[in-house]
């Protein structure tokens, strides 16, 4: 089965809102790393995370290694943050190659 | 800074011909670096990484192949495209098996 659950896969805001994203996994993982993919394809690095919390402005991230998971919190929503943003998990008994959420879409409205 | 190029942007294919894909990074010696695909409207796959020059490993068979003719570059290619290898591919690298970043990408159609 997946070892990667994103959710939601949809999401919605308004500007200056704002929401999480989470990312469970089936298997014990040693990393995850977050995406905003945007209209263009490009995937831009968000953060990357051996265990506990890192922030970035507007965005927080934490991910918890042993209850199998990972979330990422957006503050004060922004038309530029549109877009679909991914998690991706290595699993600490592979070749490293991390294997991707579904992806959440989410949508910045006025 | 490093930059990460890819060439082409986009590539309209027929089915049965050859496919080359390129990848340089600038501004890192010796990155690890990978190849992804993402098909339209999904996630992305690990398709193969490199840690040094002229040594690639496959993560999924998709019936593509890549090589790494100098430290700097990454090329995906197939003698033969089957409809299934339409989608988007992104190149990335890391400095040492941690944070990837990834490239442009190319978007390729076969027809």
């Known amino acids: 089965g997946d070892q990667v659950e994103q959710s939601p896969s949809a999401l919605s805001l308004h500007e200056g809102t704002g929401s999480a994203l989470r990312c469970n996994f089936t298997t014990t993982m040693r990393a995850v790393q977050w995406f905003q993919q945007n209209s263009r394809g490009s995937l831009i690095n968000l953060f990357y995370l051996a265990s506990g919390t890192k922030e970035n402005g507007r965005l927080k991230s934490t991910f918890n290694s042993k209850e199998s998971y990972s979330t990422l919190h957006i503050r004060d929503a922004q038309l530029e943050d549109s877009g679909t943003y991914f998690c991706a998990a290595e699993a600490k008994d592979n070749n490293n190659a991390p294997r991707f959420g579904a992806g959440t879409k989410l949508s910045v409205k006025p | 800074a490093q930059t990460i190029h890819q060439w082409p942007v986009a590539e309209i294919k027929a089915v049965g011909s050859p496919l080359s894909l390129g990848c340089t990074i600038k501004?890192?010696?010796?990155?690890?670096l990978y190849w992804y695909w993402q098909a339209t409207g999904g996630t992305l796959q690990q398709l193969f990484y490199?840690?040094?020059?002229?040594?690639v490993e496959s993560v999924v068979q998709l019936n593509l192949s890549a090589s790494r003719p100098k430290d700097d570059q990454f090329i995906l290619s197939t003698e033969k495209l089957l409809l299934s290898h339409s989608g988007f591919y992104l190149c990335?690298?890391?400095?040492?098996?941690?944070?990837?970043?990834f490239g442009p990408g190319t978007r390729l159609l076969v027809l």
């Open positions: 501004g890192k010696s010796s990155p690890n």
């Open positions: 490199s840690i040094t020059v002229g040594q």
């Open positions: 990335a690298w890391s400095p040492g098996g941690d944070t990837q970043y």
